[in-house]
């Protein structure tokens, strides 16, 4: 059967790129879409070399020896792992592809980690080989970059010494330890991290590092779609769009911007591409009513990176960082908060001279003596406020209307970002208390349930990482609290917000 | 002049109106909080007001495949799932629908669905939700306090004597009001008035055949021997089942001796309706869940209980979706699966999907609701003050979960009730209270402009 799905990479960058991109893959790479926007982006950025000195913008930071926006493009660390794996065993690079595909299929990577979205015929496709054969490309090149793997002769391939002690790692260690000796290797060549981590300290500092990208669609700003036929109609869409972006920066970022000019340039965008008419009065195809949504998406997507965050690459290269960062577990990005439209990131980690505290853990030392930082609570000394963060959260999301059970992810992205920990260790604290509590050491009951699974649901949850306690994926909590803990002054807040 | 000659310069109203009279209602209909509780003596949540015909497809199911169905045929289903299909389940009626269906069940004891061919008997037993019951002998506890709370005990003694009744004294008429009349059988004062001998009774209670192979200890049997016969009670199997040993002599009691009482008192069969059974597994570890399983087909199907070999009981699991997933490898260790497939690849009979409402639903949901606290002549539209429109943005807006549903209704009606000039709740109404409503809501859940968060730089800093 042929592809149905996106693959999750394109899940992940459905949110700046929008459903159904045109995509210029034979530029770009085959496992890498990329929305119109990026590409004018693309070309302002990248354009011709030596155009980056002309244009006066600075693309190398430090010392370091590779510019941001170079990335490999590619998400997952874990295909270094699987690219290691395969060496090991094979020394021909065909079978070393073929070993690639294989494992790239065990360990999901691409695709939701709660099922395979793309039931694939035994032999692929040539555009899928395309695109397995890019990816693998691109995986090669950067592992020869950290010189985990060398190619000594033409068609061939061999681990290098760093390589074979990382496969050690995961093996040893697991994922998120390989990842973070991977961060090791990264910050060392790009400084990528560590860019993007104080950037966002500095945009928002009163909020601890927190960025949004607010998203509308016209439902979410009560227009019918139905309704929405003519120019006269994208332009009221247009109109309440700003209006409500306008709020949000006010409202998340404390700041005043006018969006009137941009909104114009927008509309004169889509006017001049064709996909509406000058005349207020007349009807687009309606064939055409979700490109022209996505060009909003991705029009204000870009605005809020380069404009409001001035970060100063393109949207892919902050997309793959961001998603490495978020496996590293010093970068939370999410699309689910609660109540929010659109999607936040915010930073698990600090960089800093140094840090007393044992709930940091060094991943790296930049030559300037400042250091990268992971937040990794200990697990025991902190049990209590997370459970705290858990009760409040809990009461928070059950609302007046809700029944026992809500939903884990939903309460995963409220503690994650109280405590400012990452999923990962969202899951281990989790399992910690909850196995106290099946052992009757806990003075609140918690009960964790497998409803229906998101896998056999809508698409929406396939985007969402699972949670699994106990071996098992879990996705809705239910709460007891127990009398005597109902007077202890958090949860006494909680309950009363709660039924305030 | 004395205080208590004085008189306020305005008199009171003679008259005012109520406060959802200009709707047509006596009160507001709607619960405030819809979550079933059969106990409760509010119509609003013990499930009283109940519309049938939004669960018409899953009753007729059950009552085709196992109320019609002989239980005298040792092949009946014994065990059915009533599965939820969609995600978040809670609030979707299953309570209710169980509470009805058990009520429907003991209006004749099935005997009117059946068309004679069975006398059962339906059972309501929710485990706690904190994770009390988690192996199979505290199950059957729960099984056994909610037999004696459904009053089946008494009934079944009551029963027994009145057959001993009119067959010892054949001329002492008996009350027509079976509440009475049970009352009566449980009072010593009532025979001494009738002037009826109870230890003749229960030897002819004693002589029935299916007594026969019962231990002598059993409750039924207090009397036996002594002078002075006791009237059996509830509270005597309490006790008696207290003191038996948990395991083997409890399962033993309520899967082989209760059995052969109520078959003495002329039932064929029982349905024991077990609401979330989620909440044992959830709280099991996998060799609990094995255990379980396994002593679960012991009882119903392969046991040398009385139980196993008759079907008496027939059980129904209430699952939410997904828990079949979570039981499945207990399942198939257990070798139930092969009696009784928790996952088929086909449809099977009993199996019995838990839908989500519809738009119509929606609409006869409201309507029954409305109906109970109608005043009389208040107008025929059976929506009045909920338009049609209206009801349809309710129940989207509430993604057609039932609880929401109400609860929505609730809020809306008492919005309209306060606000002067509102006669109908319209489409309109429920978009700008919606809002309005979400507002208050978002109050109390966080944002993320005002959720709380650690500021992890003076931590590190610190």
């Excluded at chain 1, 370091?64 to 660390?77: D, E, Q, T």
């Excluded at chain 1, 985990?148 to 074979?164: D, S």
């Excluded at chain 1, 899951?427 to 497998?450: D, M, P, Q, T, W």
């Excluded at chain 2, 033993?252 to 979330?276: K, P």
Aim: net charge neutral; glycine share 6%.
């Amino acid at each position: 059967m042929a592809r149905q799905r996106g693959n999750l990479q394109d899940i992940w960058s459905a949110f700046m790129n929008g459903p159904k991109l045109r995509t210029t893959r034979s530029r770009y790479g085959p496992d890498c879409r990329c929305p119109t926007p990026s590409v004018q982006q693309w070309q302002v950025t990248y354009g011709q070399p030596g155009m980056y000195h002309r244009l006066g913008v600075h693309l190398m930071r430090n010392n370091s020896s590779k510019p941001i926006h170079s990335v490999r493009r590619f998400y997952f660390l874990e295909y270094f792992y699987i690219l290691l794996k395969s060496v090991e065993k094979y020394k021909d690079k065909n079978k070393v592809f073929d070993s690639f595909k294989i494992l790239k299929k065990q360990h999901r990577l691409g695709e939701s980690k709660y099922k395979s979205l793309v039931v694939e015929d035994e032999n692929l496709s040539k555009t899928q080989l395309d695109r397995y054969r890019y990816t693998f490309e691109q995986v090669i090149d950067e592992a020869k970059d950290y010189r985990l793997v060398r190619e000594p002769a033409l068609g061939k391939l061999a681990l290098g010494e760093p390589g074979r002690r990382l496969l050690r790692r995961y093996e040893e260690n697991g994922l998120l330890e390989f990842n973070q000796s991977l961060c090791k290797l990264m910050e060392s060549k790009y400084e990528a991290f560590r860019y993007i981590i104080e950037l966002l300290y500095k945009m928002n500092e009163s909020k601890s590092g927190l960025i949004f990208f607010p998203v509308y669609s016209p439902r979410q700003l009560g227009f019918d779609r139905s309704q929405i036929r003519t120019t006269a109609d994208i332009t009221d869409y247009a109109a309440r769009l700003v209006t409500q972006l306008e709020a949000d920066i006010q409202k998340y970022l404390g700041q005043e911007k006018y969006l009137g000019k941009e909104n114009a340039k927008i509309l004169a965008k889509l006017i001049e591409s064709g996909l509406l008419k000058k005349e207020r009065k007349s009807e687009f195809s309606q064939e055409k009513y979700n490109v022209i949504i996505k060009r909003f998406r991705d029009f204000w997507i870009t605005y809020f990176l380069q404009d409001v965050y001035s970060y100063k690459y393109s949207l892919t290269s902050f997309d793959i960082w961001t998603y490495r960062a978020k496996q590293i577990g010093i970068i939370q990005a999410t699309e689910f908060f609660p109540n929010f439209y659109g999607r936040i990131i915010y930073p698990t980690s600090v960089v800093v001279e140094s840090t007393s505290s044992t709930d940091f853990k060094s991943l790296y030392r930049y030559p300037d003596g400042k250091r990268l930082y992971a937040h990794e609570p200990n697990v025991e000394q902190n049990q209590d406020k997370f459970i705290d963060c858990l009760v409040n959260g809990y009461f928070d999301l059950r609302g007046r209307y809700m029944s026992y059970f809500i939903n884990l992810s939903a309460l995963r992205e409220l503690v994650c970002y109280n405590m400012k920990i990452s999923e990962h260790f969202f899951e281990r604290f989790l399992e910690h208390v909850y196995r106290l509590n099946l052992a009757g050491e806990l003075k609140i009951g918690i009960s964790l349930e497998v409803d229906r699974l998101p896998e056999e649901t809508t698409a929406m949850y396939l985007k969402q990482e699972p949670v699994t306690i106990d071996g098992r994926k879990r996705n809705i909590i239910a709460i007891d609290v127990t009398k005597d803990r109902l007077h202890e002054p958090t949860i006494e807040k909680a309950l009363t917000l709660w039924t305030a | 002049m004395n205080r208590l000659l004085r008189k306020p310069s305005r008199s009171g109203l003679r008259e005012a109106p109520g406060k959802f009279e200009k709707f047509g209602l006596v009160e507001n209909p709607f619960p405030s909080e819809p979550v079933v509780n059969k106990d409760s003596t509010d119509r609003r949540i013990n499930g009283d007001i109940y519309e049938i015909e939004i669960r018409r497809k899953e009753y007729e199911q059950i009552e085709r495949n196992f109320l019609k169905q002989p239980q005298l045929d040792p092949n009946h289903l014994r065990l059915g799932f009533i599965i939820d299909t969609s995600y978040i389940g809670r609030g979707n009626g299953k309570s209710a629908f169980l509470i009805n269906l058990q009520n429907g069940i003991n209006e004749e004891y099935c005997l009117d669905i059946s068309d004679g061919e069975n006398k059962c008997f339906a059972v309501y037993v929710t485990p706690e939700p904190g994770g009390r019951t988690k192996t199979f002998p505290s199950f059957v506890d729960l099984i056994f306090e909610s037999i004696v709370r459904s009053n089946l005990l008494d009934i079944s003694v009551a029963i027994l004597l009145i057959d001993a009744i009119r067959e010892v004294y054949p001329n002492i008429e008996l009350d027509d009001d079976e509440d009475l009349l049970i009352e009566n059988l449980s009072s010593r004062a009532w025979y001494s008035t009738k002037e009826m001998d109870l230890s003749r009774l229960f030897t002819s209670i004693y002589a029935n055949e299916f007594l026969q192979d019962l231990p002598p200890e059993f409750p039924l049997f207090l009397g036996r021997g002594s002078l002075l016969i006791d009237l059996v009670k509830s509270a005597h199997f309490k006790s008696y089942y207290a003191q038996l040993r948990k395991g083997k002599d409890r399962l033993e009691f309520v899967f082989s001796h209760l059995i052969r009482l109520f078959q003495a008192a002329g039932f064929n069969g029982a349905y024991l309706l077990v609401d979330d059974f989620e909440r044992i597994p959830t709280f099991q570890s996998a060799r609990q869940k094995t255990d379980f399983a396994l002593e679960l087909r012991s009882c119903l199907f392969d046991g040398l209980y009385l139980n196993s070999r008759l079907g008496f009981y027939n059980f129904f699991l209430v699952l939410h979706a997904g828990v079949p997933r979570m039981i499945a490898e207990a399942w198939q260790e257990s070798g139930m699966e092969n009696r009784c497939p928790i996952s088929p690849s086909v449809e099977s009979r009993h199996i019995i999907p838990f839908e989500k409402l519809s738009k119509d639903h929606a609409s006869l949901l409201l309507q029954t609701y409305l109906a109970a606290y109608k005043i009389e002549g208040s107008g025929s539209n059976q929506l009045f003050p909920f338009t049609t429109e209206a009801v349809s943005a309710i129940g989207e807006s509430s993604e057609y979960n039932a609880a929401k549903i109400l609860k929505t209704s609730y809020d809306l009606l008492e919005q309209a009730a306060i606000e002067d000039g509102v006669v109908e709740i319209s489409e309109s109404f429920v978009d700008e209270n919606r809002g309005r409503h979400e507002t208050a809501a978002d109050k109390a859940v966080r944002t993320i402009d005002n959720a709380p968060a650690m500021d992890l730089l003076k931590k590190a800093q610190e």
